[in-house]
């Protein structure tokens, strides 16, 4: 029997639809759902700390080694996302519905992989170029672009609100910047021209990357989409290590520190890309971009602990500020028409699909389950314990 989608998101989300009424229903509204917020506020900070954890594992390895191999780095990455989530995606759908699913849409899976890997290539050849100062200001790019790109591809709408909100963190970023510079931690350019265009490139290439899973993961299993991103990372990032890094390799002194940082970082990166999705789907890329701005805050406790650099007010400053963004932009939620972009491989429905993928709140959306997915930990009740309402398979509804 065929379920209407209007229907469907009344069910499961009326706190979502009193939101978009006013502003102080949103606020009442926000009491009785203060645990979603503070579920993806967790993940978000997670996920900056991630960030953080990478940032002082691969300072630590370019100060031991006498070549740098960013490439090898990602490499290890995307095939450890391969070698867990391939087995457990055949396992979970099957498959047919694996085989079903990327002989339809492989060139989303390539983009998506191309955009992320070259996204990393640039922004670390960034560094290498520009300054500190340009690269933390032109990384912001990366907000803009996502919001462009969710308006077309998700069919996201934005409220005033959330222009205010990303203003908020984006104040907040510029704190972070203006204690970074008076504490001299600045470093001139080499080629600031060639570094600023490698760091526009990158964070163009993020927010591609970062929407695409978005899109993708609205549609597919979390686990798949991580699965699909390690198979064709590791394809295309092995061709570039092979062809810029194997005289590098060679090269290549391996220590005790060396080997303990390169795994750390790995593990780090392999805990940020199982946790992203999750995020995407309860929030958005949007808001995975805006919490990630507390990174260079968290790498400020690094230091304080690991070099003893003191933390100024203006650093705590910066983090409430963003973290004040972050509760503005949750309050009232971004609307997104029923339908998301009919792009070419998601006009049609397959087995596998998520019944409902689009949502009408897309900032605290219910998590659409199926079949195959219901032990999916973002497509379970546990984020919703209250909920009763289950979305089928796609496949079942007729």
Known sequence: ?????????????????????????????????????????????????????????????????????????????????????????????????????????YYWYIFMALVDVEGNFFVIKAFSYTSL???????????????VLAYFLMHTRYKWTHILSVLICLGGMGLLIKGDMDAGKNYLATDAARGDIFMLIGATCYALSNTTEEFIVRHRPQYETVAWLGFFGTLINGVQMGIIEHDRLKKMTWTKEIVGFTIGFDLVMFVLYSIAPFLFRLSSATFYNLSILTSDFYGLIFAKYMFHNPITPIYAGAFVMIVVGLLVYYIIPQVAPVRMARVYGFRTPIPGDLALNQGAEVATAPIASHDDDNRSVAGSGLFDPDSKTRVQDVSTLA
């Open 1 to 105: 029997m065929a379920c209407s989608p209007s229907r469907v998101l009344r069910t499961l989300d009326p706190i979502g639809a009193l939101r978009a009424l006013d502003p102080i229903g949103a606020l009442r509204a926000l009491r009785n759902d203060w645990k979603r917020f503070v579920l993806i506020l967790a993940l978000g900070q997670i996920l900056s700390l991630c960030i953080t954890s990478t940032s002082v594992l691969s300072n630590k390895l370019a100060e031991r080694q006498t070549v740098t191999t960013p490439n090898f780095q990602s490499f290890l990455v995307y095939a450890l996302l391969l070698i867990v989530y391939m087995p457990l995606t055949l396992v979970r759908l099957g498959p047919r519905k694996v085989w079903l699913n990327i002989k339809k849409r």
């Open 133 to 147: 100062l340009s690269c933390m200001l032109l990384d912001t790019w990366t907000l803009p672009c996502v919001m």
